[in-house]
């Protein structure tokens, strides 16, 4: 079966310092995997996918992960943090073999940035 | 750019009340989705469906129905609203590549 883990429910960071969030799955079959964005009162909104081949996504608004099958992990991160930023950030695992479009998503991350 | 809308942003109904909840998408996408959101617990998935008047159970179905009879429209019933699920609600469309793509919300209070 497939699921999400998101490590640490809220992360802190400075304006213009690294962000890291972590993200580890576990599936059966090669998954695909997500990271969305939600800022306050509205949906989510992709920031970034891997499917297949390199394993060094990038996404919109600086923001990239890396998938690493060896670890199970497919962390997101940006070099500089925005005040912009500020947001809760979903990871998710494609959710199966059979075709219906299921994503698991993981329990999210709210990111503050301080000035 | 794909469009998936929601028939409102907020939403106030009493308890008992039958509520329904509306989502468009304009991608022609198979799959179409209802998920709640709770403080604390994530996006839990109530119902989805894979097709035209074909439905599935999610995680949470209890208390909820849902119709399909248009591709496009994938709505979520409230057959007799509770407080327990006052609740943001947000619907996704996804194409074949797995990409969910959400509406903006509907927040519903149930008083």
């Known amino acids: 079966a497939q699921s999400v883990t998101q490590l640490g429910s809220h992360v802190s960071v400075s304006e213009g310092a690294l962000v890291l969030l972590r993200c580890n799955y576990s599936?059966?079959?090669?998954?695909?995997l997500f990271w969305y964005v939600q800022y306050p009162n509205q949906g989510l909104q992709l920031l970034l996918k891997?499917?297949?081949?390199?394993?060094l996504v990038k996404g919109i608004n600086g923001f990239e992960a890396e998938f690493k099958k060896s670890e199970t992990s497919f962390h997101l991160t940006k070099p500089s943090a925005h005040m912009s930023d500020a947001a809760e950030y979903f990871c998710?695992?494609?959710?199966?073999?059979?075709?219906?479009?299921?994503?698991?998503f993981g329990q999210g991350t709210t990111l503050q940035v301080k000035p | 750019d794909v469009k998936v809308t929601q028939s409102s942003r907020y939403l106030v109904k009493r308890t008992g009340e039958k509520v329904f909840l509306e989502c468009v998408q304009d991608?022609?996408?198979?799959?179409m989705f209802w998920y709640r959101q709770d403080p604390g617990l994530g996006l839990r998935l109530i119902y989805f469906s894979y097709d035209v008047k074909m439905k599935e159970k999610g995680d949470i179905p209890e208390g909820y129905s849902v119709s399909r009879e248009k591709k496009e429209r994938f709505s979520l019933i409230l057959e007799s609203a509770s407080t327990n699920q006052t609740s943001m609600y947000l619907c996704?469309?996804?194409?074949?590549?797995?990409?969910?793509?959400f509406g903006p919300g509907t927040r519903l209070t149930v008083l």
């Open positions: 991608m022609d996408h198979e799959n």
């Open positions: 891997y499917t297949t081949g390199a394993t």
């Open positions: 998710a695992v494609s959710g199966g073999s059979s075709n219906t479009g299921k994503l698991i």
């Open positions: 996704a469309s996804s194409d074949l590549g797995y990409t969910q793509y």
């Open positions: 599936s059966s079959v090669p998954p695909y």
